[in-house]
């Protein structure tokens, strides 16, 4: 799989971050929309074996199928660059306002994507299964959280924070190999683990939430955001940063500095 040293793979992911922070927002926002809209696909794709009576784990087995396309296409994706970018600041490559301007456009990027395919998606197919489905998700990732307030929100950061510790492990080792399959088959682990558990990534609830919302129609959008996308989001950012950047920044004291 030639295995690329961590040294090694730390040094290509600062070069990384200090690339991404100087892409104009053009680019920042059709590269997010395509890698929120794969996510989507990924995450439609893991609803087939649900609905035909299989085990939830086939589909995470499937799901990281979107992830892979993604960054081999060199996509965009925010909860990756909650860890890429913070390495980049930590190395002196990249400025804070430039971290928050990636963060802003990817983010709205990937919204947009997620949004897009959902709307294709909730017209497209027409099967009482799946409006059953996306109902339990809804259940599942808004409203079982508003049942307990407070408590609910800290869960849903919670979730989020270990959802992106995988995901963020997936970003990372894509760098830890130089072969195409092996970039394929080390990222498929972590996101597996994630999706596998049910853990809550920002990006994919922003297809499977506005899908829940169109077809089930007692989701309503503030309960999406303040119930699950904010939390969410807040947890995915804590997990890059603490769980993923800080310690793989440790791994090499030869990280280019400017």
């Not at 060199?74 to 930590?90: H, I, Q, R, S, W």
């Not at 709307?119 to 799946?130: A, E, F, G, R």
């Not at 609830?205 to 007692?218: C, D, H, K, R, Y």
Request: hydrophobic residues 55%; aromatic residues 12%.
């Amino acid at each position: 799989m030639a295995y690329v040293t961590p040294t090694e793979a730390v040094a290509r992911m600062v070069e990384t971050a200090a690339f991404k922070a100087q892409l104009p927002f053009r680019l920042l926002l059709v590269r997010g929309f395509l890698a929120g809209a794969l996510l989507g696909y990924a995450t439609s794709l893991s609803f087939i074996p649900q609905l035909q009576g299989m085990p939830s784990l086939i589909g995470a087995l499937l799901f990281p199928v979107g992830f892979v396309l993604l960054v081999l296409l060199g996509l965009e994706l925010v909860t990756g660059n909650f860890a890429l970018l913070p390495m980049g600041l930590l190395a002196r490559r990249v400025r804070p306002r430039d971290l928050l301007r990636n963060w802003l456009w990817v983010y709205l990027g990937n919204l947009l994507g997620g949004l897009f395919y959902a709307v294709m998606y909730t017209q497209l197919v027409h099967d009482p299964k799946v409006t059953e489905l996306l109902a339990s998700i809804a259940q599942r990732k808004v409203f079982s959280y508003q049942e307990l307030g407070l408590t609910g929100q800290l869960m849903a950061i919670g979730k989020g924070l270990l959802c992106n510790w995988m995901v963020t492990l997936g970003t990372a080792m894509a760098y830890f190999s130089s072969t195409t399959t092996g970039k394929v088959i080390t990222m498929w682990l972590p996101i597996m683990t994630f999706f596998a558990l049910g853990y809550e990534h920002s990006v994919v609830n922003m297809f499977v939430l506005p899908a829940a919302l169109l077809e089930s129609g007692t989701l309503t959008v503030s309960d999406w955001w303040v119930w699950n996308q904010v939390p969410v989001t807040i947890g995915n950012i804590i997990g890059a940063v603490a769980l993923t950047s800080f310690p793989l920044m440790t791994y090499s004291s030869h990280v280019p500095q400017a």
